[in-house]
């Protein structure tokens, strides 16, 4: 996903960057929430395991925009990502 060019994009343009370290999700779910992530991106697998991970209701994603690619979003990942308020969209090749 990192080769869609956004870390060039955001270091070119001073835009602050934030990377998990390792994909453990609560782990990942608390980082978006404390650094104020409003933009991420990754394949559907992402956005499931953020969406479905036990901890996830403890948090408000509303301010998220997600850019997925790699493989099809699944119409029910799209629904749930919508009722929870993010913004879904997608990258084409």
Do not use: C
Request: proline share 6%; no cysteine; glycine share 10%.
């Amino acid at each position: 996903m990192h080769a869609w060019g956004l870390p060039y994009i955001a270091t070119l343009t001073g835009i602050k960057q934030v990377y998990p370290g390792r994909f453990e999700w609560g782990w990942v779910l608390k980082l978006i929430n404390d650094e104020g992530v409003t933009i991420a991106n990754g394949v559907p697998t992402i956005l499931y395991n953020l969406l479905y991970h036990p901890d996830s209701p403890k948090y408000d994603l509303s301010k998220l925009k997600f850019i997925v690619g790699g493989s099809a979003l699944p119409r029910g990942l799209l629904k749930e990502a919508r009722r929870r308020g993010i913004h879904v969209f997608r990258a084409l090749a």
